[in-house]
């Protein structure tokens, strides 16, 4: 891998990369009335955010090293490292969710902010659900597309999925915010 | 098969539960100056903007090296023997340091000769 090809891979994805962030920022700042009158959920969005970031962006990476290895190819995608990566992403979102529910609630009880547990794990633990089977279903499409082009997956996925994480995170957590407020 | 996700779960979770932590921290911060992000949006929007950046120049480096490891290339010195191995990965992965010093070392000797002279001095009275 030559640092001239992989600029040329990453730079037009990592500029389109940057608008996307753009429009996840926006609604995140279309969100700021529902942060005043659930106190907390400002607490959840950057831990849930890099969540996303982080689960997808290593089962990209890990699809990737499979590529190198001879493992998985675009003929030959489903296999079992395959689902044993969907498995392992599925789980880890759903626990991970869980912890960072909890935890947002206890530090905010000891920085003096009184918010309502059950509200907030239920609307962290629908938006990091609903996203991760989304973004799962979307690496598969990315990671299949690298692959027919012949691309080096490890440039595009990471970028690409992060980015994507961002936005479907931000608005699957304003859908689950709107949800809980008005059932609960 | 090489991967079980069990073990993706199990390798991933700590780590993930240290990385909450740190967002957590960093949310707190949001919430205490919740009155300024209202006020003004652009803070608002720009935050998963600069969240964004470091992340994907760095998590496209860490797949890069990853898928090196794996192969048994290591993609920061020439590939000799593409043979994947728990041995060559450990060897690989500190060999870039050793080039380093060894790179560093050639250089203080081919500009400084007094000071590799004074040092192979001191070595040879020792020994």
Same mark, same amino acid.
Not at chain 1, 139 to 150: A, E, K, S
Not at chain 2, 25 to 42: D, N, R, S, T
């Given at each position: 891998m030559f640092a001239k090809a992989m600029v040329k891979q990453s730079l037009p994805l990592f500029i389109l990369c940057g608008l996307g962030a753009v429009f996840a920022g926006s609604t995140f700042a279309g969100m700021a009335s529902i942060f005043q009158e659930i106190p907390g959920l400002i607490v959840v969005i950057p831990a849930i955010i890099a969540l996303r970031g982080n689960i997808s962006t290593a089962f990209g990476s890990r699809l990737g090293s499979a590529y190198h290895l001879g493992v998985i190819d675009a003929e030959n995608m489903w296999n079992n490292e395959l689902k044993q990566n969907i498995i392992g992403s599925l789980v880890l979102s759903f626990l991970v969710s869980? &912890?960072?529910? =909890? $935890? =947002?609630? &206890?530090?905010?009880? $000891?920085?003096? %902010?009184?918010?309502?547990?059950?509200?907030?794990? =239920?609307? %962290?633990?629908?938006?990091?659900?609903?996203?991760g089977v989304i973004l799962t279903l979307l690496? &598969?499409?990315? &990671?299949? $597309? =690298?692959?027919?082009?012949?691309y080096d997956p490890d440039n595009i996925a990471g970028p690409a999925l992060a980015t994507f994480g961002d936005i479907v995170t931000m608005f699957c957590i304003f859908g689950s915010a709107v949800l809980v407020e008005v059932i609960l | 098969v090489i991967y079980s996700w069990k073990n993706i779960v199990k390798h991933s979770l700590p #780590?993930?539960?240290?990385? !909450?932590? !740190?967002?957590?921290?960093?949310?707190?911060? #949001?919430? +205490?100056?919740?009155?300024?992000?209202?006020?003004? *949006?652009?803070?608002?929007?720009? !935050?998963?903007?600069?969240? +964004?950046? /470091? +992340?994907?120049? /760095?998590?496209? #480096? +860490?797949?890069?090296?990853?898928?090196?490891?794996?192969?048994?290339?290591? *993609?920061? !010195? *020439?590939?000799?023997?593409?043979?994947?191995?728990?041995y060559r990965i450990k060897h690989y992965a500190f060999r870039p340091f050793f080039a380093l010093l060894k790179k560093v070392s050639q250089f203080v000797v081919y500009y400084y000769p007094n000071i590799a002279q004074q040092q192979l001095c001191i070595k040879n009275k020792g020994f």
């Open positions: 869980i &912890i960072i529910g =909890v $935890l =947002v609630y &206890i530090t905010s009880l $000891l920085l003096n %902010v009184q918010p309502d547990p059950i509200k907030l794990i =239920v609307i %962290v633990l629908l938006a990091g659900v609903i996203s690496t &598969i499409i990315i &990671i299949y $597309l =690298v692959f027919r082009r012949g | #780590l993930l539960t240290v990385c !909450i932590f !740190i967002e957590i921290f960093a949310g707190q911060i #949001l919430q +205490g100056k919740q009155e300024m992000l209202v006020l003004f *949006p652009v803070f608002l929007i720009s !935050i998963p903007v600069i969240n +964004g950046v /470091g +992340g994907n120049i /760095g998590s496209v #480096l +860490g797949a890069r090296l990853a898928s090196g490891l794996h192969v048994g290339s290591h *993609p920061l !010195i *020439p590939a000799e023997n593409l043979v994947f191995t728990h």
